[in-house]
């Protein structure tokens, strides 16, 4: 039995934590602190779940003076009835017998098979093993045991770079390849497994993550939850649109060009970019390919809080990935609720050097304009890269591309399997003209890239030292067609390349984190973007000024009803 504080009378005194829907106080049920995952949830689930007395009640009463007397919560995270709990809603009710993990489970298999023939974003499920870790975590709620924050709770894979043993994974559909079974589980996703997440399965991907939308040979194309007929983005689609079409509350996805910003803009989900080494990665055979460019990993969520809560659940160094980081003690969790009164938002609009339809600025600007009446200061400015958008695409093409022409290598060297050689025709044709200018760069032509992108991460970190943060939208337009790389056009003017659409890929080679937080709907009623970007490390600001986005103009409302 878990032991409890008692008060002088002997009366006990359990601290309490505050229900995430109704504001009600109730015993709190603290999580238990595995070797991988106590770096800071200890301190961070305590504070956050303060008695709702004393100095903790001062400071809501502070917020929201006139609601002294009833449910004291903010009003975005009042559930509406077509939106399925988010995952700290869902890890609460678990934690206090509101709900179970089985049902919660098999409600999730039942959400896939609803939506998921429509919308392909699953390729892989694991029903079977998924339904007995659920039953294992009821078993230890009934002989209460202490459990972790994410207790219970359903989250997926995306089928590219996050994977757990025993279940396939193909590179992004890769067909020449087929299925690999991994005999071990990745770092994040084993974080997640102690921190009591349930894995179901994993999400579509294009081939090598190398698209802004998710078509690949064995599986097709993701569809977009608001109109199936249109992209989900890439290259973590499939992770977006299962995110976006309520049928899990968290997947997972990585970022090399805009891989999570894209499609969370394209599916008017939540999807944060980390400062690279935030979250580790410890993939071989190189454990020193993601820098150039810089390569992140996180998730897909439908809220703010829900990204906060997996950070602070993936974040941190690991032995075995030299480029990671410790998480220097940030609380993301408590970033989310953070007033933004001083903070300063620099905004642009094109960054100087992309087209981008009128349409989607004027919404963007109506981010803002709600930054500006949750207290924060921001100024329009036109941001100088010092670079055109060709010079900008070349530095980041001679990086992409010689790195994917060294996996290509190393899949030849390591597992015998030479793709350009013997399986050149199974592969789409943008793979095999990226590995074949890959292959032609020089050692010297490598190094220039990175003094071009050096010219990038000044000019950028000039605006961050004036500014806390810089706004821009995500994409240049509404999601375009499934199936399509890039839109035909911006504004009328004829797109020569898919990057030019994105205005992600620049911060992957300058390394700041960045978010994509659903902006609005487009007059055809499909989702546009506003990408929030914070100096190195400064996740907790981006979380704050997204967290005040979403409490002033909240999106829940926006995603499609469940039938």
């Not at 602190?33 to 009463?61: C, D, F, Q, Y």
């Not at 078993?139 to 994410?150: H, K």
């Amino acid at each position: 039995m878990r032991e409890v504080q008692t008060l002088s009378g002997g009366v006990p005194a359990r601290k309490r934590e505050r229900d995430p829907r109704t504001g009600a106080s109730v015993p709190l049920y603290l999580p238990s602190m595995n070797p991988v995952n106590a770096r800071k949830l200890s301190h961070m689930w305590i504070e956050r779940l303060l008695p709702l007395s004393g100095a903790a009640t001062g400071h809501i009463e502070h917020r929201y003076p006139h609601r002294r007397n009833v449910n004291i919560i903010p009003s975005h995270r009042r559930r509406m009835a077509n939106v399925t709990r988010s995952a700290v809603e869902l890890a609460f009710d678990i934690r206090h017998g509101r709900r179970s993990p089985v049902e919660e489970t098999d409600k999730t298999f039942d959400r896939i098979g609803q939506r998921n023939d429509e919308l392909n974003a699953f390729v892989h499920l694991r029903e079977d093993a998924a339904r007995e870790e659920a039953a294992d975590a009821e078993r230890a709620l009934d002989d209460g045991e202490p459990v972790g924050p994410l207790h219970g709770v359903p989250v997926a894979l995306k089928d590219l770079d996050s994977h757990v043993e025993g279940m396939p994974y193909t590179l992004g559909g890769v067909a020449p390849i087929g299925e690999l079974l991994p005999d071990a589980t990745s770092v994040i996703v084993q974080r997640l497994q102690d921190a009591g997440a349930i894995v179901v399965g994993s999400t579509n991907s294009p081939e090598f993550g190398a698209s802004g939308d998710t078509t690949n040979p064995m599986f097709g194309s993701t569809g977009n939850p608001f109109d199936s007929s249109k992209t989900a983005g890439g290259s973590s689609g499939g992770s977006a649109s299962a995110v976006g079409s309520q049928m899990i509350p968290i997947a997972l996805g990585s970022d090399v060009a805009g891989s999570l910003r894209i499609p969370a803009s394209a599916c008017g989900v939540y999807g944060l970019k980390p400062t690279p080494g935030t979250v580790p990665n410890a993939s071989l055979p190189d454990l020193f390919r993601d820098v150039a460019p810089f390569v992140s990993y996180g998730g897909l969520t439908r809220t703010v809080e829900d990204t906060a809560l997996l950070l602070a659940t993936i974040a941190g160094e690991h032995s075995r990935d030299p480029l990671s980081v410790p998480d220097g003690g940030i609380d993301y969790l408590n970033a989310v609720e953070r007033p933004i009164d001083e903070l300063s938002i620099a905004f642009s609009s094109d960054l100087g050097v992309f087209e981008v339809e009128s349409a989607v600025v004027d919404i963007v600007e109506g981010v803002a304009d709600t930054l500006t009446a949750a207290g924060a200061t921001v100024e329009p400015i036109d941001v100088e890269l010092g670079l055109s958008l060709e010079v900008l695409l070349r530095s980041y093409d001679t990086l992409i591309e010689s790195s994917m022409a060294s996996s290509f290598e190393s899949l030849k060297r390591g597992m015998n399997i030479d793709l350009m050689a013997d399986h050149r025709d199974e592969l789409s044709p943008h793979i095999v003209e990226y590995v074949e200018r890959g292959r032609e760069y020089s050692a010297v032509e490598y190094h220039q890239a990175n003094v071009l992108r050096s010219r990038a991460y000044e000019s950028i970190a000039d605006v961050l030292d004036e500014y806390d943060l810089l706004l821009t939208p995500t994409l240049a337009t509404p999601p375009f067609e499934k199936g399509e790389r890039a839109p035909g056009a911006i504004d009328g003017t004829p797109v020569s390349t898919d990057k030019e659409a994105f205005l992600t890929w620049p911060f992957n080679l300058t390394g700041h984190p960045a978010a994509s937080l659903p902006a609005g709907l487009s007059s055809e009623g499909l989702p546009i973007g506003a990408q929030l970007v914070g100096s190195r490390f400064a996740e907790d600001t981006v979380l704050a000024a997204s967290g005040a986005v979403e409490r002033r103009r909240p999106w829940a409302d926006n995603y499609p009803p469940l039938s």
